[in-house]
């Protein structure tokens, strides 16, 4: 019932900008960490970034340039994204850990990807 839809992917220049967006909908009790995974092609899924209560990490490969934010309100997780440099190309997955319902336990969703791609 809980969806995640990412939003913003396109293809950039190296050092350009670009931001992502990522809705939660469905019904939400709370919302207890956020962030955004990426994936090449032929490779793993890696954490980009996450964010809780007690909480905020930066993968080593984007500190500096990228930046995780919350909209409480609307549900929302945000990744923007400076420099980008072609190593950044792949797909990025919004990720939560969201309770439903107060007596249910949080499970985790995952967005199905947005495509980002930085070109040389």
């Known amino acids: 019932q809980v969806q995640l839809v990412e939003s913003g992917g396109d293809l950039v220049q190296p050092g350009g900008s670009l931001g992502l967006s990522c809705l939660a909908s469905?019904?939400?009790?709370?919302?207890?960490?956020t962030g955004w995974y990426r994936q090449a092609p032929g490779k793993e899924r890696d954490l980009v970034a996450i964010?809780?209560?007690?909480?905020?990490a930066y993968s080593d490969s984007v500190k500096g340039r990228f930046t995780i934010s919350r909209d409480n309100a609307k549900n929302s997780v945000y990744l923007q994204m400076n420099d980008l440099k072609p190593e950044d190309t792949g797909v990025y997955y919004c990720?939560?850990?969201?309770?439903?319902?107060?007596?249910?336990?949080?499970?985790?969703?995952w967005g199905r990807g947005t495509q980002v791609t930085v070109s040389s």
């Open positions: 469905g019904k939400i009790f709370s919302i207890y960490a």
């Open positions: 964010t809780s209560s007690d909480n905020t």
């Open positions: 990720y939560a850990v969201i309770r439903t319902h107060p007596t249910d336990s949080a499970r985790h969703y």
